[in-house]
């Protein structure tokens, strides 16, 4: 687990890192907000692109190759290109180049999360690697601002592609194929020697007999018109709304909507990323619970947790322009942040409820869903702030800040309730 969880911690440092960084050198050139924002919303384009074939790749040749690949290529990247906002075509291609490699992970992760994990197992086990992402976003949160600060912001690229290399070389020398049927962990999860579809008849040799068995082609079209996939898909899309015009957005609304300078916040602009790790595991134990000792079964465990961390992220989000301290929008975006998180045990974990065989393709489409928000969410925000400020003259009043966060703070609430009404814990994909 701790491989898995480690490689989401350190993407989410490139994620914050780069916002960080290109928000200071931006600032530093005067770019425009509408421009900023274009420019950080280019990630998810690439990111978007690779969702379906990253889980059709996982499948295919496995989940170890398809990360390593990944690393390689983005931290690469992120050592080569220079950070200069003025150099607009080359930090776009980089973008789409780091988007394209990262979208490869959470598929790949999932794939190998539903062939070693057994049922009562699954909330916690995608909590935990799940929660790297917060705990990468609450130390670049921490460290990156005063990196910026001392040695510039390119010094954010070298530092991450560091990591990446590091990650890379681990995973390489110590990481194994996931299990076949033999193994114990893999029996649990059901589907054993067949965890990896192939075409339409294909025989594979069991490694324990010489019994044959049959797999069938991926059912593109039944995933694709299942309700149960599309609540899965809507909720993405709002979580995703939401963390990333937060994650992206939220160094500059601490230093333009608050006039607090980030290398003086201290641990304070940590927080909001470090709640989410704390309630994405909380999420996960109390999910597994509910479901081991049948206090709830799998459907009603899923739909209570999404609607309660839904709608306690909704009333934070949409109060969070109303504080105009330091201490208030930590704290607002921390529980907003933080419920989010609890909502993963909800709709992230249904992938493998719904269709463990298939949850890498599942988890794709339900993550090219959740990137589209990104793509949305990041530029309109930008476009938003850059009316405001020419209505306000700047970007201190929280009017200026409003409806960037009613906006996720609504879909939230209507993300819930198609929770609520079409999505169900039960296998539908055998």
Same mark, same amino acid.
């Given at each position: 687990?701790?491989? !898995? ?81 003025? !150099? +607009? ?19 790949? $992760? ?5 062939? @070693? +994990? ?16 917060? /705990?990468?976003?609450? *130390?670049? *949160?921490?460290?990156?601002? %005063? ?7 390119? %010094? ?10 590091? #990650?890379?070389? &681990? #995973? ?47 059912? @593109? ?8 996939? #599309? ?17 992206? #957005? ?7 909507? /608050?006039?607090?300078? &980030?290398?003086? *916040? ?27 000792? !049948? ?53 992230? +974990?249904?992938?493998?409820? $719904? ?10 489409? %339900? ?8 793509? $949305? ?38 993300? %819930?309730?198609?929770?609520? &009404? ?9």
């Amino acid at each position: 687990m701790t491989p !898995r969880f480690s490689s989401t911690c350190v993407c989410y440092i490139e994620r914050v890192g780069f916002s960080i960084a290109y928000t200071v050198a931006a600032d530093a050139a005067g770019i425009n907000q509408s421009s900023k924002g274009t420019i950080l919303s280019t990630f998810y384009y690439g990111y978007a692109c690779s969702q379906v074939p990253g889980g059709w790749a996982a499948q295919k040749i496995g989940g170890r190759r398809v990360l390593l690949l990944s690393f390689v290529i983005w931290s690469s990247t992120c050592f080569l290109v220079p950070l200069d906002p003025n !150099r +607009v075509t080359i930090l776009v291609i980089a973008r789409l180049l780091v988007g394209v490699a990262q979208g490869f992970i959470f598929p790949s $992760i999932h794939t190998v999360l539903a062939q @070693w +994990v057994p049922p009562h197992e699954r909330s916690r086990s995608v909590s935990l690697t799940t929660s790297g992402m917060y /705990l990468g976003a609450a *130390m670049g *949160m921490l460290v990156l601002p %005063s990196l910026v600060k001392f040695r510039g912001p390119q %010094s954010v690229f070298l530092a991450e592609a560091a990591l990446g290399v590091m #990650w890379s070389f &681990l #995973w390489y020398k110590y990481a194994t194929d996931p299990p076949r049927s033999e193994h114990q962990k893999a029996t649990g999860t059901s589907f054993g020697d067949s965890s990896l579809p192939t075409k339409a008849g294909q025989k594979i040799k069991m490694e324990n007999g010489p019994a044959t068995i049959r797999t069938s082609k991926i059912p @593109w079209k039944r995933i694709l018109v299942c309700g149960p996939v #599309w609540a899965i898909v809507v909720n993405n899309f709002t979580f995703h709304y939401a963390l990333y015009v937060l994650m992206n #957005w939220l160094p500059t609304y601490f230093e333009l909507g /608050l006039q607090l300078s &980030l290398q003086e *916040m201290g641990f304070a602009k940590m927080l909001p990323y470090f709640n989410m790790f704390i309630f994405s595991n909380i999420g996960g134990v109390v999910a597994d619970h509910l479901i081991t000792k !049948r206090i709830m079964s799998v459907t009603k465990t899923r739909k209570f947790l999404n609607t309660v961390g839904f709608i306690f992220s909704s009333l934070a989000l949409m109060a969070l322009p109303i504080f105009r301290t330091s201490g208030g929008a930590v704290f607002c975006s921390s529980v907003a942040l933080g419920f989010l998180a609890l909502g993963r045990a909800g709709f992230a +974990v249904n992938h493998m409820d $719904i269709a463990p065989k298939y949850a890498g393709i599942v988890m794709g489409v %339900s993550n090219t869903a959740g990137t589209l928000a990104g793509i $949305i969410g990041v530029d309109m925000t930008g476009k938003l702030l850059e009316s405001a400020q020419a209505e306000y003259s700047d970007l201190s009043s929280p009017e200026s800040w409003r409806a960037v966060f009613f906006i996720p703070g609504l879909l939230c609430v209507f993300s %819930s309730f198609i929770f609520l &009404l079409f999505s169900t814990g039960e296998r539908i994909f055998d």
